[in-house]
Structure formats: C-alpha cells, structure tokens
C-alpha cells in the first residue's frame, strides 16, 4: 500500500468508530464518511428536479415577489433545502426579529435572496454575490450597511441555491438580466442606491453601469475580488471543451457547503468568461461609467482572478475626465503593496492592512473568497466547521487529512504554498474584516457627504 492510501485508511478508520448522524448542515461536514462517499459519488452535486417556470425578471414585478419565487424554487430543486442548519449570523438573527426568517433554520433559509428592512425608503444597497456561491456570502456585510441606516437586498443568480450540475444550464446573459431587474427595481422603490458585488456579482455591475443609460439614484459602486480575468489564462477553452460530449465537469467534488457549489462544471466556465468579456479595458474605454466614487477589494495572491487585471481595471475607470467623483475612489489591497506597478493612479486612496497579531502571522495570503467573511463567521470563520481542501481533489488521502487535522495552514492556494506545506486550507474569513468594516463606514460617510453637496 502506498503512504498516500496508508494515511487515508488511518484518518478513515480514526474517524469512522462512530456513526454521524446526517441531521443537519453541521455534522454532515464533520462526518469525513460521508463526505468521502459524496465526492466519489456525487450524492449532493445535481438538483432535485430541474425548473419548471421562471421569474420574468420584469420590473412592475415586486422584490417580495422575486423573494418568495427565489425561495420556493430552493425548496423544489435544492436536495438539502429542508434540512435543519443551525448557523445563526448576526445577518439571521435581523431576519428573525423582523419575522423574515423562522427561529431555526434550515438550509433554505439560509441561502435564499433576502431583505433587512429599514422604516424608511430613502437608502439601499444591493448585493450580489459570485459564481458558484449564494446570498450567504453578505451575511457579514450585510451587517455593516444595515447599521449604516441601509435597506439591505440581495440576489440569487439564476443556477445558484439548489446544485452544481445546475451551472451546466445557465447563461452569462441570464446573469444580467437578474442584476438588471435588482437595479431597476430598487432603483423604483428607494431613493438613493449603493451597488457592491462580489467576484462574478462585481462584473455584472460593472457591465451594467458601462452599458445602461446613467442612473442617478445609484449613488456608488462597492467591488470585492470583482472578477476581471481569470487567474488560469485557459478559461478561454471552458466554452470548447464543453461542447466535448460526457466532458461536463473541472472540479467534482463532495458539495458539503450547504452556501456554496464545491463542484464546478464547464459550462459555469464558460459563461464566466462570457460576463468578463464584456468588462474587458478596450470596451470600457468606450463606455466610461457614470459619475460615482469606486470602493474596491482585492488580495495580491488571489489564484481565481488575475489581480494585475483587476488593478488594470480600476486604473482605467479611474478617469477624472468622465468622473470627478473619482477623488473618493478607495482600494483596500491585501498583502504586498510593491506588487501595484507604478503606472497605477497616484492619487488612487490606497489601503494596505498590516498584519498586528499571532493569528494572521498564521495565514498563508488573503484568498479571492476570504474577503467577505468575518473570522466570527459561524460557518467559514475561524471557528467554522466547513474547511476548503479543493486543492486535493485527485489525491483523496491528502484530501481526507485537510478535512481532519488538527492544526491545517491556512492560506491561499498558491503554487508556492501547496508545494510548501504537506495540506493546506484554503483561507474562508478575512482577519481583516473589522478593519475592512471601518473602512466601508468612513467610505459610506463619504459618499453621502458628496451627495449632500450635489443636493
């Protein structure tokens, strides 16, 4: 037997003399069986059942409206909607005190687009999340522009909140239609907006602004790890190598994160790299944004999208010619500043957090999907039970150890760190976040003080 099938036969036999139960969202990902059983087999990868009708995504249609479809369509094609998920977020706790959510969750809850409601329409902000992910990514967040006095929205992306193999079906299109709706819809009901997107949301946002006529409710536009280019530059062949028959899938894997796909099909590529072509510098020197300040995020080792790319992005919008607003454009970079080149903005608000305890000495680079999550998360903090191993999908031994040990690095997973330690967790919080946190507050302050001036 080699050493690899040595040390997964001990982590299986060290944490199979007991049976789980698969009650809830909690102990299925802490049952290493189970999760084994659901990365070989993919138990949890395809929908219950495939839709049967759509949202119109037409404006004169309500957001309760969107709300309840978003959620009955989990409860339908998600195969773990019902199942009991004791995670309670601050986020949550909101929710239920404004009789949105019941007490106890199940995954359902969890997951599905939501709104925390202000006694007032005058401010909002909108979230939309990334590729592969759900609402859950703004639980965290969500928080903050709640506190600012904010109406929170959030989006369900089309083929997001029930399964993987859902991404196969979906569209890059389909995509913005969702976040056009969102836009115009809040647009109608509040007065003043704030855009933020996450990843694959930030693009969409992106494309939005550069392409619809100017909206001057929208008030400002948050990006975290928006999605310019891909890391890997063969994101290109998602689109050709899909057309290959039975070659559906670049990641299989167990699916145990009840808010986010771990499996990842071609296709979900494909459309990707759809919604980043329509972002891309040449065209949007052609359609400069309207005149709004840009709050940024982004980590100097993110292995899913290009940051050089990203930094090249914000260096083209930031034109003070089409917007004067521009002198409020604000970019929180973590790790290595001396990696921006020196042909980025100089007058561009730049801010470099610098590591001050034992804790974040720990980490191994800020990850694309750690931005978002405060390390008090009760799923993906660092307390969390859920930990990211996708850098071991083909050696299930190293994988099977990831998911156990006692004392895993964490990081990002770069080249450089895989190679250098014997597993590593990919980072799911930011150790940041209540830096991050003051700094979104003092921006927010910012941008309302310009738009009392321009009033």
């Known amino acids: 037997m080699s050493l690899n099938g040595i040390l997964l036969a001990v982590v299986l036999l060290t944490t199979?003399?007991?049976?789980?139960?698969?009650?809830?969202?909690?102990?299925?990902?802490?049952?290493?069986?189970?999760i084994m059983k659901s990365k070989q087999q993919g138990l949890l990868r395809f929908e219950n059942s495939k839709p049967t009708t759509e949202f119109s995504y037409q404006s004169t249609q309500t957001y309760s409206d969107y709300l309840s479809f978003a959620y009955q369509h989990i409860l339908t094609a998600n195969p773990r909607a019902l199942m009991p998920c004791p995670i309670q977020t601050a986020t949550y706790q909101l929710l239920v005190k404004q009789q949105l959510r019941p007490s106890m969750a199940n995954i359902s809850d969890l997951i599905a687009p939501f709104e925390l409601r202000q006694n007032n329409a005058r401010k909002a902000v909108l979230?939309?999340?990334?590729?592969?992910?759900?609402?859950?990514?703004?639980?965290?967040?969500?928080?903050?522009?709640?506190?600012?006095?904010?109406?929170?929205?959030?989006?369900?992306?089309?083929?997001?909140?029930?399964?993987?193999?859902?991404?196969?079906?979906?569209?890059?299109?389909?995509?913005?239609?969702?976040?056009?709706?969102?836009?115009?819809?809040?647009?109608?009901?509040?007065?003043?907006?704030?855009?933020?997107?996450?990843?694959?949301?930030?693009?969409?946002?992106?494309?939005?602004?550069?392409?619809?006529?100017?909206?001057?409710?929208?008030?400002?536009?948050?990006?975290?790890?928006?999605?310019?280019?891909?890391?890997?530059?063969?994101g290109w062949l998602a689109k050709w190598i899909d057309y290959i028959p039975f070659v559906n899938w670049i990641d299989k894997d167990a699916d145990i994160d009840f808010a986010k796909y771990e499996s990842f099909p071609f296709n979900a590529a494909a459309a990707a790299d759809d919604a980043m072509s329509n972002i891309t510098l040449h065209k949007l020197m052609q359609r400069p944004l309207p005149n709004l300040p840009i709050f940024s995020v982004m980590s100097d080792v993110d292995t899913t999208i290009d940051t050089r790319a990203s930094l090249q992005l914000l260096s083209t919008?930031?034109?003070?010619?089409?917007?004067?607003?521009?002198?409020?454009?604000?970019?929180?970079?973590?790790?290595?500043?001396?990696?921006?080149?020196?042909?980025?903005?100089?007058?561009?608000?730049?801010?470099?957090?610098?590591?001050?305890?034992?804790?974040?000495?720990?980490?191994?680079?800020?990850?694309?999907?750690?931005?978002?999550?405060?390390?008090?998360?009760?799923?993906?903090?660092?307390?969390?039970?859920?930990?990211?191993?996708?850098?071991?999908?083909?050696?299930?031994?190293?994988?099977?150890?990831?998911?156990?040990?006692?004392?895993?690095?964490?990081?990002?997973?770069t080249a450089e760190n895989v190679a250098a330690f014997a597993t590593l967790q990919r980072l799911t919080y930011n150790p940041y976040f209540d830096e991050q946190a003051g700094y979104i507050r003092q921006f927010i302050q910012q941008v309302e003080g310009l738009q009392g001036k321009q009033q």
């Open 127 to 234: 979230l939309i999340h990334g590729l592969t992910d759900s609402p859950f990514t703004f639980h965290d967040l969500a928080e903050i522009y709640f506190e600012q006095g904010y109406n929170v929205r959030t989006l369900l992306l089309p083929g997001h909140g029930t399964a993987a193999d859902a991404l196969s079906r979906v569209t890059a299109k389909q995509w913005q239609q969702a976040v056009n709706y969102a836009i115009a819809r809040t647009s109608k009901d509040f007065d003043q907006v704030i855009l933020g997107g996450y990843s694959t949301g930030a693009t969409l946002l992106v494309n939005y602004l550069a392409v619809q006529p100017s909206n001057p409710k929208i008030t400002a536009l948050m990006l975290f790890s928006p999605a310019t280019a891909p890391h890997n530059k063969n």
């Open 16 to 34: 199979s003399s007991f049976t789980i139960s698969q009650t809830d969202c909690v102990t299925q990902l802490t049952d290493l069986d189970y």
């Open 317 to 413: 919008l930031h034109d003070a010619t089409a917007r004067p607003a521009n002198r409020l454009d604000t970019l929180i970079y973590y790790g290595d500043k001396n990696t921006i080149t020196s042909d980025f903005p100089a007058d561009y608000i730049i801010l470099n957090p610098q590591c001050k305890n034992t804790a974040c000495k720990k980490i191994h680079g800020i990850s694309h999907i750690a931005v978002v999550n405060s390390p008090n998360n009760p799923h993906y903090g660092a307390q969390g039970h859920y930990r990211n191993c996708g850098s071991y999908l083909d050696d299930d031994a190293l994988y099977a150890h990831c998911k156990t040990t006692k004392k895993p690095n964490i990081g990002e997973r």
